[in-house]
């Protein structure tokens, strides 16, 4: 197959999937997993997921009409973000969404157009910061940017008006928030935050969404079952768990490791310091936020060639001198036309990098005895005809 190309593992995406879906079984069968579309959403991708019994997390009216077109009703999908259109907003909540309200102007369109709850409309928490280690999280100074803080009367002002009407207290709250370590504590932490807004608010929650931003199909790294379990140990006595749904938001830990990206060198060249070697791949397509310090990879090579190189700078393909994705140190020294294959690019890759100089590669699926290609790489007509009236 001509690089570059993104490669799904099909069987290695199911199973991740399966690692939340048993546990949450086990452990807290009131539940279901939405899948954060943000994450990668490639069509094929969310449409697979629907049959996996995975619904949609959305954050913007653009996810929310293109999970309806991969086959959600509006019932399977969970609205949150910010930046929720009126018209979108009030389409979810009508049709039994379930909508998490994060920002003042959803409010005042909820206080004036809907009478009660539902028991499926949450309000997203502004997590307090101090309650973590500093090196779980970032943004310790200024706090997390989303959710309503119990800190000032945001929160209760907002838990007022999205329970008016419901006299048995069925609000939904939010959790999620971003984390550099993704470890147990921190979850660990929401779910004590989670239980101490519940009893301070007297809220019977009709669900606990508790966010994403977990590990998934990496060696040595928290299971599914580890985060449902440190999470139950928490809540088990504050909520009733037949009655109060737990969500789960995992986008990388479904998607992340069961990718690979594969790319061949097109050039190599010496300066006087350094080996360069220029690949068909970018940095931009597996590392869009450019923050990434090493890869999983693995070197196909196209001759028997043996000889070791002290430094080869492994380089993309785009005309910035900063897309160096990586050295090579003490390896044996490339050619023209062999492979490097890098594993675990499933999340902000595909969807995130973007038509920057070459346009979107070609996507494949591996099934156990089938290659199939499930979106075209992008040709020149294709970019001209978007941006052509």
Known sequence: METPFFLINKEEL???????????????PNSRIAYSVKTNSLPWLLKHLKTQNVIAEVVSDEEYELALLCGYKEEEIVFNGPIKGKAAFLDSINKNSIVNIDS?????VFKSNIKESKGNI?????????????????????GFRFGFSDENDELSNAIEIIRFGDMNNRIGLHF???SVTRSLSVYRKLAEYAKFIIEKYNISPSFIDIGGGFFGGVEGKPTGTDYITAIHEVLKNTVNIETTMLIVEPGSAIIGSAVEFHTSVIDTKDN??????????????????????NYTYRIEKNTEARIKLEKQVICGYTCMDHDRIMSLLDENILSIG????????????MTFGGPFIRYFPDVYVQNKNSL???????????YYDIHTK
């Open 14 to 28: 199911e199973d991740n999937i399966l690692s939340f879906e048993s546990a949450l079984k086990k452990i807290w």
């Open 104 to 108: 003042q102007h959803e409010l005042e």
């Open 122 to 142: 949450g309000v997203r928490v502004n997590i307090d910061t101090s309650i973590f280690e500093s090196n779980d999280i970032g943004y310790i100074e200024d």
């Open 176 to 178: 999620h928030c971003n």
């Open 272 to 293: 006087d310091r350094t080996r360069i070697v220029t690949t068909d791949g970018s940095r931009i397509n597996i590392d869009p936020l450019w923050s990434k310090k």
């Open 338 to 349: 062999d492979r490097l294959i890098y594993e675990k690019v499933g999340a902000y890759t």
């Open 372 to 382: 199939d290609l499930v979106r075209k790489r992008m040709k020149v007509r294709d």
